[in-house]
């Protein structure tokens, strides 16, 4: 069985991860992010120190994110807490591929020659073999690119990935679409649900599946469910705002798109939804 991972390098592939498809096969058109969005006209900018500068943005689930990757990206999905500390919950094919560690050099030669911003004490830590995550995504070398978190956990055989935040707290929002989230449910078949992507923003399908920990949802009449960028979304009741997956990817097979029970990704990597006291 599967279990998570510690990443200080990265790891050889398991059966488990090849049925993953990794970040490369998800190239993503870049998403256009700004709080005049209506579904996050609830947020106000405000003042960020992101890489020890002052920069203007806020970081909430939905919005995009990458990696070293040069052409790929995903979703930020939720904000969790674990061990007293703030982290982010994606996909872990979104932050764990080839390319980044083909890129770490090229990155380091940009922050050497002044062609990508960074504070020093976060040079240490990519230096020291942990893995940047980037928001805008750092697609094309992005020198825009922000780093907002470093993967510290894995889980390949639910998808899932943990991130711990260097973003002070007060710049951080936990609501997904405007909505505060209850506590995380199992899935049922023929629940309607909806997820929050970086590319396709909000949008709703029905729970047709759970074999497991499998959740396989099909797209509503109108709009299709995810596309591409939209790997590491929470899926949420749509009635009672209950988490009860994270999307993964789409399967062409069964034209359904393939989200992993939220509390067994919960569960195995001890994490939770509500800081601790």
């Known amino acids: 069985m599967d279990t998570q991972h510690k990443i200080m390098k990265r ?9 993953v498809p990794q970040a490369q096969t998800y190239k993503s058109r870049p998403t256009r992010y700004t709080s005049q969005d209506p579904a996050l006209s609830i947020q106000a900018e405000a003042e960020l120190p992101s890489h020890d500068f002052n920069e203007r943005f806020t970081v909430i689930p939905g919005i ?13 999905g939720a904000i969790v807490y674990k061990n007293g500390s ?49 928001h805008p995504p750092y697609q094309g070398g992005n020198t825009s690119a922000k780093i907002i978190a470093f993967v510290t956990e894995t889980c390949s055989s639910l998808d899932a990935a943990l991130c711990e935040l260097v973003i002070s707290p007060e710049f951080v ?9 209850a506590h995380p449910t199992d899935p049922g078949e023929g629940e309607t649900v909806f997820k929050f992507g970086a590319t396709t923003k909000y949008r709703e399908g029905v729970i047709v599946q759970v074999s497991g920990n499998t959740i396989l949802i099909r797209d509503n009449t109108r709009r ?30 069964t034209e359904t798109h393939i989200a992993f029970n939220i509390n067994a990704i919960k569960d195995t990597m001890e994490f939770s939804f509500i800081k601790e006291v």
């Open 224 to 253: 299709v469910f995810a596309e591409p960028g939209d790997s590491g979304s929470l899926v949420v009741e749509a009635e009672r705002n209950r988490p009860v997956g994270l999307y993964s990817r789409y399967h062409s097979e």
């Open 86 to 134: 703030q982290m982010l919950l994606t996909n872990r094919h979104v932050v764990i591929n080839e390319e980044n560690e083909r890129n770490r050099e090229l990155l380091l030669n940009r922050v050497k020659y002044n062609k990508l911003r960074i504070s020093e004490r976060l040079l240490v830590r990519i230096q020291d073999g942990e893995m940047p995550v980037f």
């Open 64 to 76: 995009s994110i990458s990696t070293l990757s040069h052409d790929s990206s995903g979703t930020l």
């Open 173 to 181: 929002k936990r609501t997904i679409s405007g909505r505060d989230l």
């Open 11 to 19: 790891p050889s592939m398991t059966a488990a991860q090849a049925l």
